[in-house]
């Protein structure tokens, strides 16, 4: 009922619109055509206005011509019968004595994505290719790529592809840099097929543009500049040469193409000097980019991880920067811990432990296990740095704040497995905190330390049996084991005191147990210390395999093709862009052009199934080349 | 690039959208918010860059409103981050502010301003002084429309020609914040200069600025010994105007400056200094009160003042009935912040303040660690820089032959400058004499 009301009304609305875009005073027409476009905003339907819309089209008024366009832009598609009526104005507006208007007319007929309109576009594209106007000119380079989009054959046949290359020449820096993006979207679609390879005599060209254009222009052709081979070593350095002012620049995106540059040019160029030289002028340019916004800061933090992987040392003098402010934004703070645990040194693991405290004292529970993890992982990475990273443990357990005190238990087992017999003395304090611990991997890591150490402790006997109280409550699989498991560590030790609570563990594990894994544990090791307790000695207090710092590093293959891809989506997510970019032949159910994408799908058919094996991966949690700790 | 802009409210419905590309079906917008939400809840925090079903989402929030960028490339996600920033300031700059309500009542500039600002999802125009010469606010007949300024294609990109002025000058703001990390100890963690060059300039034609500094690596490079003290500027930074290839080969400063208002460079120093204001605090929590001690100290030369200084300290949220007795200046304290503000209009060089506060706290609280977020400080010390930077000349050469006035000012202010809270100390034995 109250949608058939809406209906209605709506009808009436658009009933209305209707009259007035056909009033006869030029003010109420005009008034209608925002109208119109303030609900196409809103996701009002008016299409069904478009005959009325159009009829406005023919005016001299800018900001009505603008908004008509706007308005074929998105109905078009739709109604591609009609948008031929348009046409004809369209045609006109391109011979118009105003550039702007010739370049709108341009620009939103290429954005019509309608087969039809194609015919009636190629002569005043041919014609705009070459005005006199630079203004028009760029604009006609774009609308090449987007007529190549829609058909790539009628965009060779004509010789736009040509003309565009041509345009390589062109004496105006802005439309260079449009010709140098058009070429590159025309060379993805292609799938490399190549439109276009860059040749030494067009690489001066752009070397010279890149002096004179805007940024936008300067990281298109930086871009392009990152796939060209160097003739030689001499070529590369002078590329990397004349381009290493743009680290200067202002954009943070002009800089960090820069660095990819040179980056990728590591492999041209041999002289140690220049590559040092380079190094070193890379560094300044990135420590300022963590002055930027939030946005940027992150991009540019997922990047330095990247880049450090490469030259570890790069920033080992900067740690300081990359502390966390308080009011950093969460995903920021997690990037800078993860680059601070990266670039320190045995020199300054100190002063970050001091740090990674005081960040292990906030409030933010997620942020606090961070900075606890980032504590350990310096303790196993660094021999020297442990000891004092297990006193900043000790001493944040000793807050007794709960969640800080789980941690910093789940990753003291880790250490002490990293380091065995260094820190006994320890263990008896932390058994002072059972009460606080609930969490189930915290627990089953403070019983697998009494458990490992329970000669360390002295009343080990009351503390282990205190917690078996709780066993058959214990939801979690894991801290049951963990218990089973201590208690048989503990009466392999200490036959005479441990007797007792193993008969109890095993028999309480086996009888009243639910979970069929801890069942079956508890029964073998029961039939185990039966038959021969040597060999139970030898399978639970075996010696543990050391600890190792996880490898944080992706494998080499990738992380060449990331920092080819620096500044990229797949830089950001640290993985490859096959995983979560689809070829259009998957994009089904999209209003396409059919024949594009039957022809591309033959080509594309190896790329694309790796994207359809990829879908599940991205979509299913994080992939494991995710570094994150 | 791009296939879409959107312009999103807070509850993720789209307010403006911009199809760029055709690729990515507009109802994608619809998975936004959620996705952000997701992230959130998983990871404790939204992210710029997210992806699914092979589109990534990239954003920034201005206000209640969002800015985000649809793409299905593996395209340059910093590029599109940086114009979203652009496309705020441009936004800025038309409608002083961008938020829900100024993008509703704008709809059709935004418009205009996107099929400008971005072709086919890659970024064309985005000087806002240029764009405000052929995009504006009123509508015009055909005869009078318009026409792209010749600055929009030109080398020089971001000055028109014919501008003039009866009276030719040129002010230069010398900028210097001061980012500062102080532990709880009163170790300072971090500390650094970011410096700006600020420029307004009314000037007529097409004038060639040269703009001479006290540079360290150009004194050395020229050979020449300093009258007084040279910089060595870390990172140096400058607006698209001036040529970065002159400036590498001889560090000289060359430019065609756009008109009125501009940033033309900044700089870094990340050398060790020592903090302008130094502020000491001593907190004592009790059972229903806590109380503090705020030692403040200008520590630079005796000539130069500090104004404005605000000194802003945090307390509980739930902390009540506040007292306060200072040697100098005003406190308030801002509930609404969880923080009083201890302002001191002029603190000369070498002073010393001292501040005492009190605040009832209800008597039963929950033993949960506060937040304990640092105390910041805001301040002004103008004809001062940190390090030193001078401007030695600026030249202005036109062809016409005027002669301009070039006018310098310098000033030193906060740029992050945090001093961590030491932990409180618990009761039993005040050590704080009563106010």
Same mark, same amino acid.
């Given at each position: 009922?109250?949608?058939?009301?809406?209906?209605?009304?709506?009808?009436?609305?658009?009933?209305?619109?209707?009259?007035?875009?056909?009033?006869?005073?030029?003010?109420?027409?005009?008034?209608?055509?925002?109208?119109?476009?303030?609900?196409?905003?809103?996701?009002?339907?008016?299409?069904?206005?478009?005959?009325?819309?159009?009829?406005?089209?023919?005016?001299?008024?800018?900001?009505?011509?603008?908004?008509? +366009?706007?308005?074929?832009?998105?109905?078009?598609?739709?109604?591609?019968?009609?948008?031929?009526?348009?046409?004809?104005?369209?045609?006109?507006?391109?011979?118009?004595?105003?550039?702007?208007?010739?370049?709108?007319?341009?620009?939103?007929?290429?954005?019509?994505?309608?087969?039809?309109?194609?015919?009636?576009?190629?002569?005043?594209?041919?014609?705009?290719?070459?005005?006199?106007?630079?203004?028009?000119?760029?604009?006609?380079?774009?609308?090449?790529?987007?007529?190549?989009?829609?058909?790539?054959?009628?965009?060779?046949?004509?010789?736009?592809?040509?003309?565009?290359?041509?345009?390589?020449?062109?004496?105006?820096?802005?439309?260079?840099?449009?010709?140098?993006?058009?070429?590159?979207?025309?060379?993805?679609?292609?799938?490399?097929?190549?439109?276009?390879?860059?040749?030494?005599?067009?690489?001066?060209?752009?070397?010279?543009?890149?002096?004179?254009?805007?940024?936008?222009?300067?990281?298109?052709?930086?871009?392009?500049?990152?796939?060209?081979?160097?003739?030689?070593?001499?070529?590369?350095?002078?590329?990397?040469?004349?381009?290493?002012?743009?680290? @200067?620049?202002?954009?943070?995106?002009?800089?960090?193409?820069?660095?990819?540059?040179?980056?990728?040019?590591?492999? +041209?160029?041999?002289?140690?000097?220049?590559?040092?030289?380079?190094?070193?002028?890379?560094?300044?340019?990135?420590?300022?980019?963590?002055?930027?916004?939030?946005?940027?800061?992150?991009?540019?933090?997922?990047?330095?991880?990247?880049?450090?992987?490469?030259?570890?040392?790069?920033?080992?003098?900067?740690?300081?920067?990359?502390?966390?402010?308080?009011?950093?934004?969460?995903?920021?703070?997690?990037?800078?811990?993860?680059?601070?645990?990266?670039?320190?040194?045995?020199?300054?693991?100190?002063?970050?432990?001091?740090?990674?405290?005081?960040?292990?004292?906030?409030?933010?529970?997620?942020?606090?296990?961070?900075?606890?993890?980032?504590?350990?992982?310096?303790?196993?990475?660094?021999?020297?740095?442990?000891?004092?990273?297990?006193?900043?443990?000790?001493?944040?357990?000793?807050?007794?704040?709960?969640?800080?005190?789980?941690?910093?238990?789940?990753?003291?087992?880790?250490?002490?497995?990293?380091?065995?017999?260094?820190?006994?003395?320890?263990? #008896?304090?932390?058994?002072?905190?059972?009460?606080?611990?609930?969490?189930?991997?915290?627990?089953?890591?403070?019983?697998?330390?009494?458990?490992?150490?329970?000669?360390? *402790?002295?009343?080990?006997?009351?503390?282990?049996?205190?917690?078996?109280?709780?066993?058959?409550?214990?939801?979690?699989?894991?801290?049951?084991?963990?218990?089973?498991?201590?208690?048989?560590?503990?009466?392999?030790?200490?036959?005479?005191?441990?007797?007792?609570?193993?008969?109890?563990?095993?028999?309480?594990?086996?009888?009243?147990?639910?979970?069929?894994?801890?069942?079956?544990? #508890?029964?073998?090791?029961?039939?185990?210390?039966?038959?021969?307790?040597?060999?139970?000695?030898?399978?639970?207090?075996?010696?543990?395999?050391?600890?190792?710092?996880?490898?944080?590093?992706?494998?080499?293959?990738?992380?060449?093709?990331?920092?080819?891809?620096?500044?990229?989506?797949?830089?950001?997510?640290?993985?490859?862009?096959?995983?979560?970019?689809?070829?259009?032949?998957?994009?089904?159910?999209?209003?396409?052009?059919?024949?594009?994408?039957?022809?591309?799908?033959?080509?594309?058919?190896?790329?694309?199934?790796?994207?359809?094996?990829?879908?599940?991966?991205?979509?299913?949690?994080?992939?494991?080349?995710? *570094?994150?700790? | 690039?791009?296939?879409?802009?959107?312009?999103?409210?807070?509850?993720?419905?789209?307010?403006?959208?911009?199809? +760029?590309?055709?690729?990515?079906?507009?109802?994608?917008?619809?998975?936004?918010?959620?996705?952000?939400?997701?992230?959130?809840?998983?990871?404790?925090?939204?992210?710029?860059?997210?992806?699914?079903?092979?589109?990534?989402?990239?954003?920034?929030?201005?206000?209640?409103?969002?800015?985000?960028?649809?793409?299905?490339?593996?395209?340059?996600?910093?590029?599109?981050?940086?114009?979203?920033?652009?496309?705020?300031?441009?936004?800025?700059? +038309?409608?002083?502010?961008?938020?829900?309500?100024?993008?509703?009542?704008?709809?059709?500039?935004?418009?205009?301003?996107?099929?400008?600002?971005?072709?086919?999802? *890659?970024?064309?125009?985005?000087?806002?002084?240029?764009?405000?010469?052929?995009?504006?606010?009123?509508?015009?007949?055909?005869?009078?429309?318009?026409?792209?300024?010749?600055?929009?294609?030109?080398?020089?990109?971001?000055?028109?020609?014919?501008?003039?002025?009866?009276?030719?000058?040129?002010?230069?703001?010398?900028?210097?914040?001061?980012?500062?990390?102080?532990?709880?100890?009163?170790?300072?963690?971090?500390?650094?200069? @970011?410096?700006?060059?600020?420029?307004?300039?009314?000037?007529?034609?097409?004038?060639?600025?040269?703009?001479?500094?006290?540079?360290?690596?150009?004194?050395?490079?020229?050979?020449?010994?300093?009258?007084?003290?040279?910089?060595?500027?870390?990172?140096?930074?400058?607006?698209?105007?001036?040529?970065?290839?002159?400036?590498?080969?001889?560090?000289? *400063?060359?430019?065609?400056?756009?008109?009125?208002?501009?940033?033309?460079?900044?700089?870094?120093?990340?050398?060790?200094?020592?903090?302008?204001?130094?502020?000491?605090?001593?907190?004592?929590?009790?059972?229903?009160?806590?109380?503090?001690?705020?030692?403040?100290?200008?520590?630079?030369?005796?000539?130069?003042?500090?104004?404005?200084?605000?000194?802003?300290?945090?307390?509980?949220?739930?902390?009540?009935?506040?007292?306060?007795?200072?040697?100098?200046?005003?406190?308030?304290?801002?509930?609404?912040?969880?923080?009083?503000?201890?302002?001191?209009?002029?603190?000369?060089?070498?002073?010393?303040?001292?501040?005492?506060?009190?605040?009832?706290?209800?008597?039963?609280?929950?033993?949960?660690?506060?937040?304990?977020?640092?105390?910041?400080?805001?301040?002004?010390?103008?004809?001062?820089?940190?390090?030193?930077?001078?401007?030695?000349?600026?030249?202005?050469?036109?062809?016409?032959?005027?002669?301009?006035?070039?006018?310098?000012?310098?000033?030193?202010?906060?740029?992050?400058?945090?001093?961590?809270?030491?932990?409180?100390?618990?009761?039993?034995?005040?050590?704080?004499?009563?106010?």
């Amino acid at each position: 009922m109250k949608a058939k009301v809406l209906a209605a009304l709506r009808k009436g609305e658009n009933y209305e619109l209707k009259t007035e875009l056909n009033s006869e005073y030029r003010e109420r027409r005009k008034e209608a055509v925002r109208r119109v476009i303030a609900n196409m905003t809103v996701g009002k339907d008016v299409s069904g206005l478009f005959t009325d819309v159009l009829k406005n089209m023919q005016t001299d008024d800018l900001e009505i011509k603008k908004l008509i +366009y706007l308005y074929l832009i998105n109905y078009a598609k739709t109604q591609p019968d009609l948008v031929i009526l348009a046409v004809n104005t369209f045609v006109k507006d391109t011979e118009d004595s105003n550039p702007l208007i010739r370049a709108l007319a341009i620009r939103t007929m290429g954005c019509l994505h309608v087969p039809e309109v194609l015919d009636y576009l190629c002569d005043p594209l041919r014609t705009c290719l070459k005005d006199p106007n630079p203004y028009v000119r760029k604009t006609a380079v774009m609308c090449v790529a987007k007529v190549f989009e829609l058909n790539a054959a009628v965009a060779e046949e004509n010789g736009f592809v040509d003309a565009v290359r041509e345009s390589l020449s062109d004496s105006n820096s802005m439309v260079v840099a449009n010709v140098v993006s058009a070429l590159a979207e025309m060379n993805e679609m292609e799938g490399g097929r190549g439109i276009w390879r860059l040749d030494t005599s067009t690489v001066g060209k752009l070397l010279t543009a890149v002096n004179e254009c805007t940024e936008w222009g300067q990281i298109a052709i930086l871009e392009a500049l990152v796939d060209y081979r160097p003739q030689d070593e001499k070529e590369a350095e002078n590329i990397c040469e004349r381009l290493l002012p743009r680290l @200067q620049h202002a954009n943070g995106s002009v800089v960090l193409s820069t660095v990819r540059l040179l980056l990728t040019y590591e492999k +041209y160029v041999k002289r140690a000097d220049l590559l040092q030289q380079f190094s070193k002028k890379m560094v300044p340019p990135l420590v300022t980019l963590l002055s930027s916004e939030p946005e940027i800061q992150y991009v540019a933090l997922r990047n330095i991880n990247l880049i450090l992987q490469r030259q570890p040392k790069l920033l080992s003098k900067e740690i300081r920067v990359f502390f966390c402010k308080y009011n950093d934004p969460v995903y920021v703070k997690y990037e800078k811990l993860d680059v601070l645990v990266r670039i320190c040194s045995e020199r300054n693991v100190e002063p970050l432990l001091n740090e990674l405290k005081e960040y292990a004292k906030e409030v933010d529970v997620d942020f606090v296990r961070h900075a606890v993890q980032a504590i350990s992982r310096l303790a196993i990475k660094y021999d020297s740095a442990a000891e004092r990273a297990v006193k900043v443990l000790t001493d944040l357990i000793s807050t007794k704040v709960e969640y800080v005190v789980q941690e910093s238990m789940i990753v003291l087992k880790d250490i002490f497995r990293r380091y065995p017999q260094r820190f006994d003395g320890v263990i #008896a304090t932390l058994c002072e905190y059972i009460d606080i611990v609930d969490k189930p991997e915290a627990m089953a890591a403070l019983i697998w330390i009494i458990g490992e150490y329970s000669e360390h *402790i002295t009343n080990v006997g009351n503390v282990l049996s205190g917690m078996f109280e709780g066993f058959l409550e214990q939801e979690d699989e894991s801290v049951q084991l963990a218990l089973v498991n201590a208690a048989v560590k503990y009466f392999l030790k200490s036959p005479q005191q441990g007797q007792a609570l193993v008969l109890k563990a095993l028999q309480t594990a086996t009888e009243k147990c639910a979970n069929p894994d801890v069942r079956d544990r #508890a029964y073998i090791y029961w039939r185990l210390l039966s038959a021969d307790p040597e060999a139970a000695r030898s399978v639970a207090l075996v010696d543990k395999p050391p600890v190792e710092l996880e490898n944080v590093n992706l494998p080499d293959s990738l992380l060449q093709e990331l920092v080819k891809e620096l500044g990229c989506v797949s830089s950001v997510l640290q993985k490859p862009a096959r995983l979560f970019v689809y070829k259009r032949a998957e994009k089904a159910g999209l209003p396409r052009h059919a024949e594009t994408v039957g022809s591309e799908a033959d080509e594309e058919t190896t790329t694309s199934e790796a994207a359809a094996g990829g879908v599940d991966t991205t979509n299913e949690g994080e992939p494991e080349l995710l *570094i994150s700790f | 690039m791009a296939s879409a802009i959107f312009l999103v409210d807070l509850k993720g419905k789209p307010l403006i959208a911009r199809d +760029y590309r055709g690729d990515i079906p507009l109802s994608a917008i619809d998975r936004f918010m959620p996705l952000l939400q997701e992230r959130e809840d998983e990871e404790g925090t939204s992210l710029p860059v997210m992806t699914e079903n092979g589109v990534t989402y990239l954003h920034l929030r201005e206000k209640d409103v969002y800015l985000v960028a649809l793409t299905r490339k593996n395209t340059n996600a910093m590029t599109l981050l940086q114009f979203l920033h652009h496309l705020s300031q441009v936004f800025t700059e +038309y409608f002083k502010t961008l938020e829900e309500e100024s993008i509703r009542d704008n709809f059709v500039i935004i418009y205009e301003l996107l099929d400008e600002m971005m072709d086919y999802g *890659i970024p064309q125009i985005t000087e806002p002084k240029i764009l405000k010469e052929y995009i504006t606010q009123e509508s015009h007949m055909l005869e009078i429309t318009p026409r792209p300024p010749m600055a929009v294609t030109n080398a020089v990109s971001w000055r028109s020609e014919g501008i003039t002025y009866r009276k030719n000058e040129v002010f230069l703001d010398v900028v210097e914040s001061i980012n500062m990390m102080v532990n709880a100890n009163g170790n300072v963690l971090s500390s650094e200069i @970011q410096g700006a060059v600020k420029m307004k300039v009314y000037l007529s034609g097409m004038p060639e600025l040269r703009l001479g500094l006290n540079d360290k690596v150009m004194f050395e490079s020229t050979g020449r010994s300093a009258k007084g003290k040279a910089v060595e500027m870390e990172d140096i930074r400058f607006h698209q105007c001036v040529r970065l290839s002159k400036f590498e080969t001889d560090r000289t *400063i060359s430019f065609i400056p756009p008109d009125g208002e501009f940033e033309l460079m900044t700089y870094r120093l990340n050398t060790q200094i020592k903090p302008l204001i130094w502020c000491e605090s001593v907190v004592e929590s009790h059972r229903g009160r806590v109380e503090y001690m705020v030692k403040a100290k200008a520590q630079f030369k005796h000539r130069s003042t500090a104004n404005n200084v605000e000194i802003i300290v945090p307390v509980p949220d739930d902390a009540d009935s506040p007292k306060f007795k200072s040697t100098i200046g005003s406190v308030k304290y801002a509930p609404e912040r969880s923080a009083f503000v201890w302002k001191i209009k002029q603190f000369q060089g070498g002073k010393e303040a001292l501040l005492r506060a009190h605040f009832g706290l209800p008597s039963i609280r929950d033993d949960d660690p506060e937040r304990r977020p640092p105390i910041s400080v805001k301040f002004e010390i103008p004809y001062f820089t940190t390090s030193g930077i001078q401007v030695r000349y600026l030249k202005i050469v036109e062809k016409s032959g005027y002669q301009a006035l070039p006018w310098v000012r310098y000033i030193t202010k906060n740029g992050d400058y945090q001093i961590r809270m030491p932990e409180p100390l618990k009761s039993g034995g005040s050590r704080l004499p009563p106010i």
